[in-house]
């Protein structure tokens, strides 16, 4: 059989390098063990020691395959493999047999990366756990921004990475730096790249209108490169260790005051590594006057949605329920929110101003808001009692015209009219307001004399006025009159019973 020269440098390789015995060399190339016995004599080679057999050999040729098609393939993974197939012997063994098959790793070189003075800067998230705010649980999470000449850092922590916070961390790290980097490099958050495929990237649309605002460039970093982004992580890292163990604040705003600090003191003095002589603070101060300059006017960093405020005069933010108008109810508004304050437009016009609160559940009410509606509501309500009494009695609108000229509380005089109504009726009502407006008295207590003497003139009992609710199912309750003469009848029974007991 006529084999490669391939063929015969590999099986003398794993006759003379690896001491295969033929067998197993013949096996895993699948040939002749005749063949392999011929090549390894025609190469001149001194015939390797015999080597007593194994329990694994048989299965070598099984892990050189599966190692070579999956170089990364866990040994424990290959030993219970090769268990199923049959094999019995030790684990340990096993183990150091893979070790000696597996082809070595590729060992991937890195450049060592430089800055120049205001060029590049890295930006990240940082997750730093949870926080209880009330009744809410709310994500805490570190804006992390490191000038890569200077490794000068900006910490800040937020409640949530929402891309309002994100460019809120942008804003504030330019102020303290006093400047803006030429070129900002980003991991592939989703805050700054919303899809990628290879070489081409979708940035998120509110970063790229930021980036024209400063005029910086945004860089992302190569897929599975940590070391592009290795600032950034180390002064991450660095937080981690020297910021955070034991810290002990009040409230977000107290962090992050701390956070500050710590940046313009500690990680500051920190020495430079570029230069141990120097310290950050030094290398900082060099390259300061390198940044771009800050536009005159800040971004605008404010949260904007659209929100339908319901049957209640509220709107529904981030799990908390703001008061507004009674007058945009069943409407559509804009919320718009800082990290202090709430406003809620309509038409481009501010109708609500609240304090933000980041719990959840709660109910946040302007007392005017409140106040307004109460109001609506009882403006309402007499206006239903004037249109009730004009209806019922035709003379009222001319009663109310004169009593509203001589200043009298037009409420109170409503609320008794409604009275006389409900006692005397519409007939006898229209009748002595007729009388009442010919004789010149149109107050309430006039026509209730006028009434009782109506009906004292016809024979009847004083009226005891009662005080009924405004409600329709009691006020046009019908009660039918019925025939009694069934108790009559029940009567006259009675008596006749008595009278033939006497007898």
């Known amino acids: ?7 015969e440098a590999e099986i003398l390789r794993l006759h003379q390098v690896e001491k295969w015995p033929v067998g197993t060399i013949a096996a895993h190339l699948q040939v002749h063990h005749s063949v392999v016995t011929r090549v390894i004599a025609s190469g001149g080679a001194p015939p390797a020691r015999p080597q007593r057999s194994a329990r694994i050999d048989a299965y070598v040729p ?17 030993y219970q493999m090769c268990r199923e197939r049959g094999y019995r012997g030790s684990a340990d063994h096993f183990r150091h047999m893979v070790a000696r098959h597996r082809p070595p790793r590729r060992v991937e070189a890195f450049l060592r990366t430089t800055a120049l003075p ?23 999470l570190a804006f992390v921004c490191v000038l890569s000449y200077s490794r000068r850092i900006f910490l800040r922590f937020f409640l949530g990475q929402r891309i309002e916070n994100f460019l809120r961390g942008h804003v504030a790290a330019f102020a303290a ?3 803006v980097p030429r070129v900002l490099l980003y991991d592939n958050l989703k ?9 081409a990237i979708l940035f998120n649309p509110r970063l790229v209108h930021f980036s024209m605002h400063y005029h910086f460039e945004i860089r992302p970093a190569a897929v599975a490169r940590g070391n592009e982004k290795g600032r950034v992580e180390r002064a991450i890292g660095y937080a981690r260790t020297s910021f955070w163990p034991a810290r002990q604040w009040g409230d977000l705003d107290d962090l992050n005051a701390q956070a500050a600090a710590w940046c313009a003191g500690e990680a500051s ?10 310290t950050v603070a030094t290398a900082f101060a060099e390259e300061q006057s390198r940044l771009l300059a800050l536009p005159e006017n800040s971004y605008e960093t404010e949260e904007v949605v659209s929100a339908k ?29 800082t990290l202090e304050r709430v406003r809620i437009l309509s038409a481009g016009k501010v109708e609500a101003e609240h304090a933000r609160s980041f719990d959840r559940g709660l109910v946040i009410e302007d007392p005017l808001h409140t106040a307004e509606l109460k109001k609506s509501k009882g403006e309402a309500r007499k206006h239903r009692a004037l249109d009730r009494l004009a209806q019922s009695a035709p003379s009222a609108q001319p009663i109310f015209t004169l009593l509203a000229q001589a200043g009298a509380n037009l409420g109170r005089s409503t609320q008794h009219f409604l009275e006389l109504l409900d006692a005397f009726g519409a007939v006898e009502l229209e009748l002595a307001m007729r009388e009442a407006l010919a004789d010149g008295r149109v107050l309430a207590s006039d026509v209730r004399k006028l009434l009782e003497a109506r009906r004292r003139a016809a024979g009847g009992s004083p009226q005891a006025l009662v005080d009924l609710p405004d409600d329709a199912r009691v006020r046009d309750l019908v009660v039918r009159p019925r025939d009694l003469g069934c108790y009559d009848q029940l009567l006259r029974s009675d008596e006749e019973v008595r009278d033939a007991g006497a007898n």
């Not at 805050?191 to 070489?199: N, Q, W």
Request: no cysteine.
């Open 1 to 7: 059989m006529v084999i490669r020269d391939e063929a």
């Open 62 to 78: 099984f892990i050189v395959d599966w190692l070579r098609r999956y170089p990364g393939l866990l040994s424990s993974r290959l």
């Open 118 to 140: 205001g060029e590049h800067g890295q930006v990240d998230w940082a997750h730093f756990g949870k926080i209880k705010i009330g009744r809410a649980e709310r994500p805490l």
């Open 177 to 179: 730096f006093g400047g």
């Open 191 to 199: 805050s700054a790249v919303l899809d990628r495929r290879g070489d």
């Open 269 to 278: 003095e920190r020495p430079w590594p570029d230069d141990k002589r120097k």
């Open 309 to 337: 405020v319901g049957k209640t005069p509220h709107v529904r933010f981030e799990g908390n329920d703001y008061s507004v108008p009674h007058t945009l109810v069943r409407q559509v508004v804009e919320v718009r929110a």
